[in-house]
């Protein structure tokens, strides 16, 4: 069980989260949706502390911890429980395709070196990307970057994985790539939480579609319910915007 509960989040006088509550059981995948400014990236942000949030409390599995008295402690354990990945892919330059997969198991998980190798060269076959182990980020297509992005997330083995925009950096050409992994990952079950402006992958992957606008959760709903019967009109307006192809939602 993965929980938020009254998750707010306030930037000077302008409240972009405005107590949300958010619950998802293990192996379920939630994609959310919704207009530019919402609140959806930051959302994802303050599941784990990259950005704190003002109030709430925030469950994985057995971890609870209330915003308000977070410890350090507390805050490293939610992060070894969850698998940030990024739209930028923020890969470490200056270390190769494989040393990228094996660091955070080198210094979070104090695995040997040779441990975290194996296990990395694992991950990278998974990905497809056996070939690419010595590679370094400035050589790899986007597509790549973030596929190998995603393998760093899954060596974390972490009970729920963020995804925010992980197409939203890439050339078309390189998009397919990227959710046929991760729709790899939705057949392994693994949960996951993704902020997405990709219509057609939230129909496919998704289990519950969520859409976010001004710092509230509107509706949410299974996919082919909220695409075909919206009941908001805010739902309704966002989705015949999108659908028609003006434009997709930014993060």
């Known amino acids: 069980m993965i929980a938020l509960e009254g998750i707010t989040k306030r930037f000077a006088d302008h409240t972009v989260l405005d107590g949300i509550d958010l619950s998802l059981e293990r192996g379920e995948i939630i994609v959310v949706i919704g207009p530019s400014g919402t609140g959806k990236s930051t959302l994802l942000r303050c599941v784990n502390f990259l950005e704190t949030p003002d109030a709430g409390r925030i469950q994985v599995g057995d971890l609870q911890v209330d915003a308000t008295h977070a410890s350090r402690d507390d805050i490293l354990a939610l992060r070894r429980r969850t698998a940030f990945v990024f739209q930028n892919y ?9 040393d990228n997969i094996a660091e955070r198991m080198i210094v979070v998980d104090r695995l040997s070196k040779s441990d975290a190798h194996d296990r990395a060269r694992e991950i990278l076959e998974r990905i497809g990307l056996a070939d690419k182990a010595d590679a370094y980020p400035a050589s790899l297509s986007g597509g790549q970057q973030q596929r190998i992005g995603i393998g760093r997330a899954m060596a ?25 992994l991760m729709k790899q990952l939705a057949a392994e079950q693994q949960t996951m939480i993704v902020v997405s402006h990709e219509m057609q992958f939230a129909r496919e992957v998704a289990d519950r579609v969520v859409f976010m606008e001004g710092g509230h959760i509107v509706e949410q709903a299974p996919p082919e319910t909220l695409f075909t019967n919206p009941q908001d009109e805010r739902t309704r307006s966002f989705l015949r915007k999108v659908l028609a192809g003006n434009g997709p939602a930014a993060p």
């Open 90 to 98: 923020a890969l470490f330059a200056h270390k190769t395709a494989l």
């Open 156 to 180: 974390a083995g972490a009970e729920v994985m963020l995804f925010d925009e992980p197409t939203s950096a890439l050339d078309p050409e390189w998009v397919d790539e990227v959710l046929t």
